[in-house]
């Protein structure tokens, strides 16, 4: 019988201060992402040249996962998390400054390592500090993140119009930053990592074996949702006719959805288990996926983006939920594997259905998407999380 007995996050100073962090590295993508036409434009280079950003960006993510943990215990979560605010704002003020291509690409990835570095601290730390109500937490956290992806880039539009031009938008990210450290500076211990799973993490104690089934399940499950969101435009003008531009605006549609689907998830994910809200999810997110592909009626195919983005709004608060639970409290090591697996996924599952509508075009290629979704919902029901998996001993400390 389902427990109705609510899990719900304590939105305390430190919890306020974790949203906002993770908020303002998405605002940064966000911003980033719209600001890289105007880049080429300014800088006189080819798309060639330009999509050396994109895997900056990739790059940066994948070895800050790599090396995050070890950090971590280095200098401790509070002091890691701090250093990582300031790598971040010199990664942007890089970014922004004048300069040529192998400046902006060198902020790039700047930003990406020290902002994925931020996501790894505090999505381990709301863990932490929330417990129970982790999963709820970290997808509450996610929606508020999520307003980025329909803020940032009018922000980027709106510097351009006004003011500043498209860097305005970038600079707002260091606003975001300097809330979150007046918010964290009376409280800065409360982020330390607990003795017990520090002892864990020096000590390199082996994951449960469930763990690596929700790191894969989580790898596919973002797979789908990289493929969704970046060649859903070219599925809406090949199939429903639109112009580049209005398709292009068309995907804040799946951002709609994102929002309304972690704003949602998260008040379900205080009552009902993880693994049955993300089953739920992608099914809903296979329903939108279907209307997509079986319309060519503009408006009715966009209806279905915002269903598809309601589901895929959960898979990765839920899934780095599944891979903390299945971490055998090792909290810090689970979350930078889990930001591995996503700028992994965020290179592989584009590239292939890139490379596939090169073959068979875009319409035939996205046949690919409901495979991948149908495979994670078979890799949850078969190598279900169902509680949080704690170790059986703690290693005596060295030190």
């Known amino acids: 019988m389902t427990n109705l007995v609510a899990a719900r996050p304590n939105r305390d100073r430190s919890t306020w201060a974790s949203y906002i962090l993770i908020t303002s590295y998405v605002w940064f993508v ?14 006189g280079t080819s798309r060639t040249i330009a999509s050396f950003h994109v895997i900056a960006l990739s790059l940066g993510g994948i070895i800050a ?17 701090t250093f990582s605010v300031a790598g971040l704002t010199a990664g942007v003020l890089l970014y922004t400054a004048p300069g040529g291509t192998s400046v902006t ?10 902002g994925s570095s931020i996501i790894v601290g505090a999505s381990a730390f709301l863990f932490d500090h929330q417990g129970e109500a982790g999963p709820a937490s970290i997808t509450e956290a996610n929606a508020v993140a999520a307003l980025s992806g ?12 006004i003011f500043f031009g498209w860097r305005f938008g970038l600079w707002i990210t260091l606003v975001g930053l300097l809330v979150s450290l007046l918010l964290m500076r009376k409280n800065l211990p409360v982020f330390r990592v607990p003795v017990e799973e520090q002892v864990r993490e020096e000590h390199k104690v082996p994951f449960p074996r469930r763990f690596w089934w929700a790191l894969v399940t989580l790898f596919v499950l973002l797979t789908s949702e990289f493929i969704l969101t970046l060649w859903s ?10 112009e580049a531009g209005a398709a292009a605006a068309t995907v ?27 089953k739920s999810a992608v099914l809903i997110a296979f329903s939108g996926w279907l209307i997509v592909w079986l319309n060519t009626y503009a408006p009715i195919m966009i209806g279905g983006l915002v269903i598809s ?8 608060p839920l899934g780095i939920s599944r891979v903390v639970m299945a ?3 090792q909290n810090d090591r689970a979350t930078a594997l889990g930001a591995v697996a996503g700028a992994s996924a965020g290179g592989v599952g584009p590239f292939a259905l890139g490379a596939l509508s090169d073959a068979i075009g875009v319409h035939s290629a996205f046949l690919v998407l409901p495979v991948v979704l149908l495979s994670g919902l078979f890799l949850i029901l078969i190598k279900p999380v169902t509680k949080i998996i704690t170790p059986t001993t703690t290693p005596m400390s060295t030190t």
């Open 150 to 161: 329909a803020l940032a880039p009018i922000a980027v539009g709106i510097g351009v119009a």
């Open 105 to 114: 690409m060198a902020g790039t990835f700047i930003a990406s390592f020290f």
């Open 233 to 242: 435009v070219d599925l809406l003008r090949d199939r429903g006719g639109l």
């Open 30 to 43: 966000y911003a980033f992402s719209s600001s890289q036409a105007l880049v080429r434009d300014e800088q």
């Open 309 to 316: 983005g309601i589901g895929v709004a959960l898979f990765w």
């Open 327 to 329: 971490s055998g409290g």
């Open 252 to 278: 804040g549609a799946l951002t709609l959805g994102i929002f309304i689907g972690r704003l949602i998830g998260s008040r379900f994910a205080e009552y009902f288990p993880v693994d049955r809200i993300l």
């Open 65 to 81: 996962g790599l090396i995050a943990a070890r950090l971590i215990l280095k200098l401790g979560r509070d002091r890691f998390i």
